[in-house]
């Protein structure tokens, strides 16, 4: 069994308690370490198939980590990293909305469904396009309502960090709770009240929720690698 997928899950999981951890505590070394946290996850298989180079700059990353950890903007990046994840998984979605592709969630149905886009139900390919842009344009407005916090975020925001007065305020721990927590929290609803629609809309596609996730997961880390690759 291939252990990178479950490493890479468990160390997305950590992130949020460690970056909510740094901002509540104003904690540089808890910093750097959910800094660290997400430069490992994207280093992961090069570095468990032992290439030379990710060593390297994961060593040097290290070192520079270090250092960062003892700077008066320790924290800033962290504001910068829900924006940019959740801007990046929008983009993802959006982008295989132009003309010429397969919305993500159509190809995701039908690698499900062990069917080609063409043969798949029109009704469930105009529902599944639909989707596709309901998860890019939800988690764009996300990404835009990280920012507007990061913004004006005191006293380690954005704009604070620019010596420019926010229109409105809020401290740190506050930010970090919608960032770190409430994010996901909404992504989570998003998912499972959609799940729950489509059981209506689509009867006897799946036999329970978790036989959802199974046939999800079943997919195998290629085919999510392809497909999130466009």
């Not at 660290?36 to 468990?48: K, R, W, Y």
């Not at 993500?104 to 009704?123: G, K």
């Amino acid at each position: 069994m291939n252990a990178l997928p479950p490493a890479r899950l468990l160390l997305a999981l950590a992130y949020p308690w460690l970056a909510h951890a740094a901002s509540a505590r104003h904690d540089g070394g808890l910093a750097a370490i959910a800094l660290g946290d997400i430069a490992v996850i994207l280093l992961l298989e090069p570095l468990a198939h032992r290439r030379a180079w990710a060593w390297l700059l994961a060593a040097v990353l290290a070192v520079a980590l270090y250092f960062f950890a003892r700077s008066p903007h320790a924290l800033l990046p962290l504001m910068l990293v829900p924006v940019a994840i959740v801007a990046l998984v929008s983009w993802t979605f959006g982008r295989t909305l132009r003309l010429g592709r397969v919305p993500l969630i159509t190809r995701i149905v039908c690698a499900m469904d062990q069917l080609t886009p063409e043969a798949l139900a029109p009704e469930l390919r105009v529902y599944t396009r639909k989707l596709t842009a309901t998860w890019a344009v939800s988690l764009g407005a996300l990404a835009v309502a990280d920012l507007v916090l990061a913004l004006c975020a005191v006293p380690d925001g954005l704009l604070a960090s620019a010596g420019i007065a926010a229109p409105f305020t809020l401290d740190r721990t506050q930010w970090s709770w919608f960032a770190n927590g409430v994010n996901y929290g909404l992504v989570g609803a998003l998912f499972i009240g959609e799940y729950a629609y489509r059981v209506r809309r689509f009867p006897g596609r799946y036999s329970s929720f978790f036989d959802f996730l199974r046939r999800m997961a079943a997919l195998g880390p290629a085919f999510w690698r392809d497909a999130l690759r466009g």
